[in-house]
């Protein structure tokens, strides 16, 4: 591997994990401090420490958010500021996870009186829930942001696709939906989970909030507007995802669009994302590809 490569594959592993962290360290408290969503008690008892937490979490994620190297400088350099950056997350950023930010998170957890009720509905509940269970996994991508990818190095296993789907996809802000999802659900597939849905859905996920109803055109419309539909097909050799939505259509180039570095618009800045779902797609044995279709922006993830 060339010293260009690993530093594309360091920064799309940023790139990624940034996706998951957010979700682990920013989302909680986030909701959490949403109108109506604690309790008084809550405010009374932790009103000062979660202005903390809020704050330790908005500087690890404004830390993720920046580029870690100046694509100016010499290979050698960018490699060395991406290993410095791995080191201070290693160092410094893990463990104000684990010591700071997770246990007042268990704390929240165990004192179910912080949430209004029901608290099984409650955002900021189920936003803590997914945070600790999710935690360890997302540590190990931060830790592993050098770890070169391979499909040698999948660790592979069948599971429902439907459901992995489901997993990644059903948190988006919008209607989503899947056709035929009794029959599809018996369709099982061969793959890496913790890959598929890290370097695969994630992206697919954030693309569509941030580009497709993230946009001035979607900020007043009801989530009953937002449409995801999905679809699966299975043939005899291969496998075939598709996820369209019908969100704000992508005035970008589809050619160039897995191109590592290639963004377009103002809510782009990495173009990192849709070339790790792709190398992630065809690590897995598979492929992707990204159209306009029938029903709009088009997502297509192929399996062997």
């Known amino acids: 591997m060339t010293t260009q490569e690993l530093i594309q594959d360091i920064e799309s592993n940023k790139h990624d994990i940034t996706l998951r962290l957010r ?38 994620m404004d830390f993720f958010s ?83 990818k391979s499909s040698e190095t999948m660790k592979l296993s069948e599971y429902s696709i439907l459901e992995l789907l489901q997993e990644g996809l059903d948190e988006i802000d919008a209607i989503v939906t899947y056709n035929d999802e009794y029959e599809k659900s018996f369709i099982k597939v061969k793959i890496d989970k913790d890959e598929f849905l890290s370097h695969v859905l994630a992206n697919i996920k954030e693309n569509i909030e941030t580009h497709a109803f993230g946009t001035s055109a979607f900020a007043g419309k009801s989530l009953t507007e937002k449409k995801v539909m999905i679809d699966i097909v299975s043939t005899h050799s291969s496998l075939y ?39 992630t797609m065809q690590e897995l044995g598979g492929d992707a590809e990204f159209y306009y279709g029938n029903h709009g922006v088009t997502y297509k993830l192929i399996f062997t």
């Open 241 to 279: 995802v598709t996820i369209a939505n019908n969100g704000t259509p992508f005035k970008g180039d589809f050619k160039k669009v897995f191109d590592h570095g290639y963004f377009h618009g103002s809510k782009g800045h990495t173009g990192t994302g849709m070339y790790s779902l792709r190398k």
């Open 66 to 148: 920046k580029k870690w190297n100046n694509p100016d400088d010499s290979e050698d350099n960018q490699l060395e500021a991406l290993r410095e950056g791995i080191k201070k997350s290693t160092e410094i950023i893990i463990p104000e996870i684990e010591n700071v930010i997770i246990p007042f998170y268990n704390l929240c957890f165990e004192n179910k009186h912080y949430f209004s009720m029901p608290f099984e509905a409650n955002r900021a509940y189920k936003r803590i829930l997914q945070s600790i269970s999710s935690v360890e996994s997302v540590i190990n991508g931060v830790r592993n942001l050098e770890k070169i």
């Open 23 to 60: 979700r682990v360290v920013l989302d909680p408290i986030k909701a959490l401090l949403s109108d109506g969503v604690a309790t008084s008690e809550f405010s009374l008892e932790q009103g000062q420490k979660s202005k903390e937490i809020l704050a330790n979490a908005n500087s690890i």
